[in-house]
Nanobody, 124 residues
Framework: EVEVAESGGGSVQSGGSLKLACFAS????????MAWFRQAPGKEREEVAA?????STTYADSVKGRFSLEKVKYYLYLHMNNLESEDTAMYYC????????????????????WGQGTQVTVSS
């Protein structure tokens, strides 16, 4: 059974940086999609970024140029730079195995494995 767990959230001032980590345990095949989503209070969960097993990545327009993904063994890191108050949210790691990200990666239903989330708060 695949499990993912997030860490690294915290509070930062606008313009600052944070690095989130997602640890994946269990059997992860060579074909997979791992992603970060976020959910702010009163809003729907939205996609942030995703990575395929071949290392290719995709990002939501709202974070392009500011956020980046790094995959190191069992960890998926989300590097967040130039943070804005609009980035305040609970951040979730998600995984889908035996499939690539495809055009559906931005939908939460596409993923069968979720972590508990880690809070990111950006103050202006």
């Amino acid at each position: 059974e695949v499990e993912v767990a997030e860490s690294g959230g915290g509070s930062v001032q606008s313009g600052g940086s944070l690095k989130l980590a997602c640890f994946a345990s269990g059997y992860i095949p060579s074909t997979y999609c791992m992603a970060w989503f976020r959910q702010a209070p009163g809003k729907e969960r939205e996609e942030v970024a995703a990575i395929n097993g071949d290392g290719s990545t995709t990002y939501a327009d709202s974070v392009k140029g500011r956020f980046s993904l790094e995959k190191v063994k069992y960890y998926l890191y989300l590097h967040m730079n130039n943070l804005e108050s609009e980035d305040t949210a609970m951040y979730y790691c998600a995984a889908r195995v035996y499939d690539s990200c495809s055009d559906s990666w931005n939908f939460a239903w596409y993923f069968g494995h979720w972590g508990q989330g880690t809070q990111v708060t950006v103050s202006s």
